[in-house]
């Protein structure tokens, strides 16, 4: 799980890392988001059902892993990502959920930052408004997570933290 900033492109790049496709439901977001509203149920019902699917289909394929990141709003149904990791464990997989976050501060620069993409990630009161409809503080992150907390940390860094912070059977031959 991320919560907006530049938190999907350490994901991205820990997917090259371990060699696994990723999958970045950001996208979705942006293309949903403009037609239907970011806030309404349409849109909320619509994304989880496309990400559903898509992640249904890359668990069919015969690659080794798969690392898909999206960032958390009020209508992300962690539920459906906890039954994924359990579908990895459960077919001799290993599924982890790995939460990054940072101080509200520094998310908040993020988002205003002028070199990110324009996008519903870019929009300070939109975030706002989504993390005042629910308790992002407390979210219980499903199936075995980590959560790590990327405050001044480059994206490279992060990538670190993660590799480091992995269970020893998921890293398999990568030295870091």
Known sequence: MVYP???????????????????DFQNLTQLLGPVFGYNSSTFGSLRNDACKQILEAAMALPEDGLIASFTYDQHVDLEQYGAFIAA?????????FVGLTCDDDELKGRVVDPDRQSSRTSDLDAMEDD??????????LPGPSIEINTTGETPE???????AMLPDDMKGNISF
């Not at 993390?131 to 219980?140: Q, R, Y």
């Open 88 to 96: 990895a464990r459960e077919s001799g997989g290993i599924g982890l």
């Open 157 to 163: 860094h992060t990538v670190q933290n993660i590799l």
């Open 5 to 23: 900033g530049w938190a999907s492109e350490p994901l991205r790049e820990l997917a090259v890392e371990l060699g696994f496709p990723f999958v």
């Open 131 to 140: 993390l005042g409809n629910d308790d992002a503080g407390s979210v219980e």
